[in-house]
C-alpha cells in the first residue's frame, strides 16, 4: 500500500513536469526526498530535456527504459518505465534487470531478460503487479500511455486484497483474530498475576510477605476491541 501511495505521489509529480511540456529521464529512489509533513517530492531535473525527447544515453543505468539503449528516442513512456523501475524496487530490494555493465545491461535489454515482480513477490494485490509490469514492458508501445493510466491503474491496486500462493499461511491475521489473542493472552496474564499473588502471600523464613501488588492501566492498541477493553482487564486483575 505505502509503495502504490508514493506511486500516485510521483505520477501527480510526472504530470505536472509532462503538462510543462519536459521530461524528467531521471527519475529513481535516490532522486524522491520526503518532507517531514510527508510530502514527496520529485528532484534533480539536470537531465530533464522537451517533450519530444532525444536518443541520448542519459540517466541511470538500471533506471533506463530498453528502448534507450537501443538509440530511440526518450518519450513519456520512457519516465514511466523509470517509475516502474522505482516501485519495482521498493516492494522487493531489487532491479527488474541486473547487470554488472553496460554492454551486460543492454545485452539483457535486448533478450527481455528481466524478474518478474509475481516470482519475487507473491503476496502482492494483482492489480498493483499488473501496473508495475505494464510500466516495464519492453515495447513502450504497450505501457501506460500517459501518467494518468498509470495513476489510475495503481489506484484500483488500493482496494486489491494481498494474493498467497494456495497453501500457504495468511501473512496478516484478521482484526477478529487479533482481538481474540488479545484477548486469551490478557485470561492467561490474569492467570499468572493471580498464581503469583498466591504463592507470594504463602509464609516465608527467608523473605518478606507481599502485602500488595501495582497493577497498570492496560491500554488496547489494537484497535479491535470494544471501547474500555483495557480498562476491564485492567479491573479484572485488580480484583483477582
Known amino acids: 500500500r505505502e509503495a502504490a501511495l508514493i506511486g500516485l505521489d510521483l505520477c501527480a509529480a510526472l504530470a505536472a513536469v509532462h503538462g510543462a511540456g519536459l521530461l524528467h529521464r531521471d ?36 533506471y533506463l527504459a530498453p528502448e534507450i539503449f537501443r538509440g530511440q528516442r526518450a518519450s513519456v513512456q520512457s ?30 535489454h535486448a533478450h527481455r531478460e ?12 494483482e492489480a498493483f503487479v499488473a501496473a508495475v509490469e505494464r510500466a ?15 495513476e489510475s491503474a495503481l489506484r484500483e491496486s488500493l482496494d486489491a486484497p494481498a494474493t498467497r500462493a494456495r497453501g500457504e499461511a495468511p501473512l496478516v491475521a484478521s482484526r477478529r483474530q487479533f482481538g481474540l489473542a488479545f ?3 490478557a485470561a492467561v496474564l490474569v492467570a499468572l498475576i493471580a498464581g503469583l499473588i498466591v ?6 523464613r527467608t523473605e518478606p510477605k507481599i502485602a500488595s501488588l501495582a497493577v497498570l492501566p492496560l491500554v488496547d492498541r489494537s484497535g479491535s ?16
Not at 476491541?225 to 483477582?240: C, P, Y
Open 27 to 62: 527519475v529513481k529512489a535516490q532522486n524522491v526526498m520526503r518532507e517531514s509533513g510527508g510530502r514527496l517530492v520529485l528532484m534533480d531535473f539536470g537531465t530533464g530535456e522537451e517533450l519530444s525527447g532525444t536518443n541520448r544515453l542519459i540517466g541511470t543505468p538500471l
Open 79 to 108: 519516465d514511466l518505465y523509470s517509475l516502474g523501475v522505482l516501485l519495482f524496487y521498493l516492494v522487493t530490494g531489487k532491479f527488474p534487470v541486473n547487470a554488472g555493465s553496460m554492454e551486460q545491461l543492454a545485452r539483457a
Open 114 to 125: 528481466r524478474q518478474p515482480l509475481r516470482d519475487l513477490r507473491p503476496d502482492l494485490p
Open 136 to 150: 516495464l514492458d519492453s515495447d513502450p508501445s504497450r505501457r501506460h500511455q500517459s501518467v494518468g493510466e498509470f
Open 183 to 185: 484477548l486469551a493472552a
Open 199 to 204: 504463592w507470594t502471600g504463602r509464609p516465608s
Open 225 to 240: 476491541l470494544t471501547t474500555g477493553a483495557g480498562d476491564a482487564i485492567t479491573e479484572q486483575m485488580i480484583a483477582t
